[in-house]
């Protein structure tokens, strides 16, 4: 039944890959906006504390005495001192001669003297951000421009950059986490259906081909439409050769009843010894057909009635009597003893009482077909309240012991039955039976190492 | 050999014509002579001061020398800006000059669990490390005082020496602001802080105000009554002076300047390792044995009452005071006041 599936990938995978892929990408696409956001952010802080300072410079500069003085406010620096430990450098200049700071300072960017300038530059090793702004005084009557430039390094911003880097990478790596937690989560819920569905489909017995009628997400319906549709065709097909099957067997009995009629009445004719041996031959030919058509029917009305199961109330007693009654003529024909053993009271449980006759016959049948002549067939009906049980056993040959698990298989005869008449369905039919009623059939043979033994188990209708 | 003998030479002759480009008061050696390495400390403070430290530390060290020079704060700034003597560490009590010759980039980093350790306040950049904290005091002369009720602010200050023109005329003393580094630190932030300082030089200058170029030498004149006030000593020497009890030591409770003795690498260092642990020793060292150098670890009680102190801080803010044109307009402000 189960052929080699051929594989190709895992939608779970595929789909955790490619959540996984998406949630990796989404973190770095926001460590870098981040970063960059807060690197202008940083930047523009640094600017403006910058130009607070450049401003207070120029607020103190004015023309005292008609020369310039120029007292820087403490708050210029100590300002810039509070916000970070960067090195400060100024300079200031008078018509674009140096007048006090640092002289060596880059020159600052060029502009128009009412707009505040920046410029990024290397001073001394190391990277400088330089804020410069101009004002106009009168200084003994002449206009002169006086410039501040106040630089400082940018260590405070690499070091608020490194922090925030750090925050948002923890930050990233976290939303990611989270996000590959909720897609393997995801995967998971959205394969789940689809295991549920193999699920119940493979824990189905062999001759379940019903429908599936469990709702399923809307992706799903055209594989079960699909799977539906396959199974009922299947059915149909298998109900289609069980029926032509029966079909035939019915067609070939019919005549070959006949027929066996007609060979007897020619027996009665025949003289020569050789010409009768013939036709016993002949009668032994047809009746073996005849029995297997006979059985073939019996199967398929197993199968249909096990589908469409009448449940009514039956007595095991009752059927084990009846079917010893029906073949005791059969059995004393070889000179066997059928001994019923039958408990005290009823054992009742709910089935077919046509298909559970037609086991116990096959099963009965049997018996008497492999049991030597003159010996005794045992029927034991016994039962516990719960379970009940009919045991049949012989005193033929038994089982042989490699064969017990296929001897229910269509078609199929033990090694050891060679001789007698039989078309491999009898235990089969039974087994069938058992099953239908949630039973069980077993082989085993006896103890003292004479005979098989058979026996079928039932529930019992609780009462 | 001879070769390398020779350039040895001429860079030892290089090397002492560069060690003389600036002015030392003092120099001095500890550590065992057959030493193969030698760190050199380059400090305003007095060998003797700093004694107990540096023994102390050559115990930890082995095989180590220590040269020790003394110069005043302008002299060790220009020996590092512009000589470019080669020193592992300088400590000096100029906080603004430290704080120059840090942001112009003489100084290396240092990072230990040691300077992680100190107050935030008490370094700037890992480069610059205060290891003491020191007050501006007023050393005054019990006895001048005689029958007066000792001042305890400056404003009491101010009222006693109104009151009191003829007790007080010529004695009394502060630094000459232009002469001393310490004294235009103090003087700066004392201007920072209140007004009251203008006021208190007014009544200085106009009781004909004595101009010093030291501490020790105004404590001095305190102790042999020349002066009845001296202003803005650093209390540190004053209370390392114990034994003379006709001075009090008065730590103004309006608002007390606390200077930051600091310390750093120097740029040209040989030995910044060394140079690292040394500092670390002197940021962690009790200085118990060292009367008025109040350490910068655990707080330091200097006054009863914290919130009058007032400690200069390090950082840019310091810059302002080194510019020239703010010198030079502080100068002359401060000398229409003194010199009236």
Redesign the interface.
Known sequence: MTGAVRKKGSIRRRLIIQLLGGAALLAILMFVVVRLYARDLAADSQDEILSASVTSILDAAAVRNGTL??????????M??NVS?????YT?TRNDAF???YQDLPTPQQGRISETRFRTATY?D?EIRMVTAARRLSIAGVPEVVEVTVAQTR?GLRQTLNEISRTVAMFGIGFFLLAAFLGVLAAQSAIGPLRQLAGSVSRRGPEDLRPVTARVPEEMAPLVAALNSFMSRLKASLTRSEDLIAEAAHRVRTPLATVRTQAEITLRRVDKPENRQAVREMIRAIDESSRAAGQLLDHAMVSFRSEHLETKGVDLCRLASDAVERLRPMADLRDIDIELTLPGEPQILRGDAILLQSALLNLLDNAIKYSPTDSTVRVVVSGDGTAGRVMIRDSGKGFALGELKTLTQRFVRGGNTSGVVGSGLGLTIADEVARAHGGSLKLENAKEGIGGCASLSFLLASR | MRKFVLLAGLALMWLAAQATAYEIEDRRSFGPDGASRTLRIISTGDASLFEPILTSFLQSEPNLRIDYVVASSTQLSRAIHEDGAVMDVALSSAMDLQTKL????YALPHRSNATSSLPTWAR???HLFAFTQEPAAIVLNRAAFDGLPMPRTRQDLIALMRANPDRFEGRVGTYDVRQSGLGYLFATQDA?SSETYWRLTEVMGGLGVKLYCCSGLMIDDVVTGDLAVAYNVLGSYAQARPEETQIEVLLPEDFTTVMLRTAFIPASSELPDIAGRFIDHLVTRQWDNAPGLSQVFEGAELTRDDQALRRI?L???????L????KQ?FFEEWRSAVLQ
């Open positions: 003085a120029l007292d820087i406010p403490y708050s210029a620096f100590s810039l001192g430990d960067d090195r400060v450098f200031v007048v006090t700071g001394r190391v260590d | 840090v942001n112009d980039g700037w950049r890992d920072r801080r950082g840019p803010g310091l810059l302002v005071f510019d020239g044109f703010k307009a």
